[in-house]
């Protein structure tokens, strides 16, 4: 298997941020929004290029399970990476793996049909602790399952399941993390450097099953993962991703499908999630700590997509570096909390804008449409976040108890906010709100009610 960049001459690059993330000049975030510029990103997103020369695992001395096949994936790994690259084969078979696996540059990690790579989930063999994000702040502690840093040019592809494992040590930390992540957001909210906030053995941040944390040219494709302890697929800092055709069948507490975290050029197509948290997210940073990092997510593109997580389709609630230019089109959203929940507190800070959501097929939900903009300060912060210039059209909506509910502070109310088209068939309440001005609406239907025209709400 080979993946070839695709140039396009016309292009020119600007820096944007740290990390290596570029943006085309074309593409520019002051751009207004339009489909015209999701087509253009999609166009404009490069893959892996990765020599076709494969090795399997087994070469390198790996047995089936229950014997731990660890060193010899990583093995493998060095060997590719030693060569200039290539595709790493984990066999059809149940495989055992004690501890991460840390991915290099031009590196294809290929799951055959067939193949179940099993994690220990034993927690000390994730240690020593690696710099990621947890919750939006930066942080050292517990080694992803599958890890890469800084990496180009690099993919996780193949049919088999990667298994974070029901009996993982992991699991049993949701209650206990509480002290941790508190420690943790006010280190980030205060500015304390990230080489202090080490949070290694006896502590309790659970790790993602799969985290790229500064990438380029980044393929996801076609695996399978279940009992994930934490996310299940993150990006960070990660230019020109593409996440097509997953398989995510994982219900655990923050189980969200993908999380697109201060990454731009990024395509998420084709893909089946059933989880225990949101399906799709969008964020960019918590409080000080992504304000002063300072890396949006922009120039996204969401199509395609079967999701059936807690909530459908979320943006925040870290967002504090920014998030515009995300397009949402011809999604299934099944059923849920939430089908589409944009989050924010007086801590973040941030700009949510040019979103666009459209060709929507929506099952049940609780809430159609929820803006929580004004949960309460944690830290004492005063900087509210500001949504604005979003544009959900051409949806049909089986049934929601709640079709439209936000709460904004009053001194940034959520504003520009536009909903066309959209045929529910079944609705108990319309409206909740608290502070959102200049709302539109135009032919939005409530069974036999139609809704259309100006509406705001804000306190005086």
């Known amino acids: 298997m080979n993946f070839v960049i695709k140039h396009s001459s016309s292009l020119a690059f600007c820096l944007l941020a740290p990390f290596g993330l570029w943006a085309s000049t074309e593409l520019s975030v002051d751009a207004p929004a339009s489909w015209s510029v999701a087509e253009s990103i999609v166009e404009t997103i490069e893959l892996p290029d990765i020599p076709q020369r494969s090795v399997s695992i087994e070469a390198f001395g790996a047995e089936p399970a229950p014997a731990d096949s660890r060193k010899a994936i990583m093995s493998a790994i060095a060997a590719q990476a030693k060569k200039g690259g290539g595709q790493v084969v984990i066999p059809a078979g149940e495989w055992w793996c004690d501890g991460p696996i840390h991915l290099q540059s031009r590196i294809d990690l290929h799951l055959s049909e067939g193949a179940l790579l099993r994690f220990s989930g034993r927690a000390e063999s994730f240690l020593p602790v690696v710099k990621t994000r947890w919750e939006g702040t930066e942080v050292f502690t517990y080694s992803p399952l599958i890890y890469g840093r800084d990496v180009e040019d690099v993919a996780i592809t193949g049919e088999g399941t990667i298994d974070g494992n029901a009996e993982s040590e992991f699991l049993a930390w949701y209650p206990k993390a509480e002290p941790d992540f508190h420690r943790l957001r006010k280190m980030g909210f205060e500015g304390v450097p990230v080489e202090q906030r080490q949070f290694g053995a006896g502590t309790h941040l659970r790790p993602p099953s799969v985290q790229i944390f500064g990438g380029k040219r980044v393929l996801l494709s076609g695996y399978k993962v279940i009992n994930s302890p934490f996310w299940v697929n993150h990006l960070v800092y990660v230019q020109h991703a593409t996440v097509r055709d997953l398989r995510i069948d994982s219900h655990f507490p923050n189980n969200d499908g993908i999380d697109v975290e201060s990454s731009s ?196």
Not at 278 to 286: A, F, L, W
Not at 309 to 325: C, N, Q, Y
Request: proline content about 3%.
């Open 265 to 460: 050029l990024v395509l998420v197509e084709g893909n089946v999630f059933r989880t225990g948290d949101d399906s799709v997210v969008i964020k960019s940073g918590r409080d000080l700590d992504g304000r002063t990092i300072g890396i949006p997510s922009t120039h996204i593109v969401v199509r395609n997509n079967d999701l059936g997580g807690e909530d459908g389709i979320g943006l925040g609630s870290e967002m504090s570096g920014g998030i515009s230019h995300v397009y949402f089109t011809d999604n299934i959203l099944r059923s849920g909390m939430s089908a589409f929940r944009f989050k924010s507190n007086l801590d973040r800070g941030g700009l949510v804008e040019k979103i666009r959501l459209r060709n929507f097929e929506v099952g049940s939900f609780d809430t159609l449409f929820w803006f929580q903009l004004n949960y309460p300060s944690k830290l004492g912060g005063n900087f509210p976040a500001t949504y604005r210039d979003i544009v959900f059209e051409d949806m049909s909506v089986e049934e929601v108890k709640v079709v439209f509910e936000a709460h904004a502070p009053a001194a940034s109310p959520l504003r520009d906010v536009q909903f066309r088209n959209i045929r529910i068939e079944s609705a108990d309440t319309p409206f909740i709100v608290e502070n959102a001005v200049d709302l539109e609406f135009e032919n939005v239907r409530l069974g036999s009610q139609v809704i259309d025209g100006k509406l705001s709400w804000r306190e005086q």
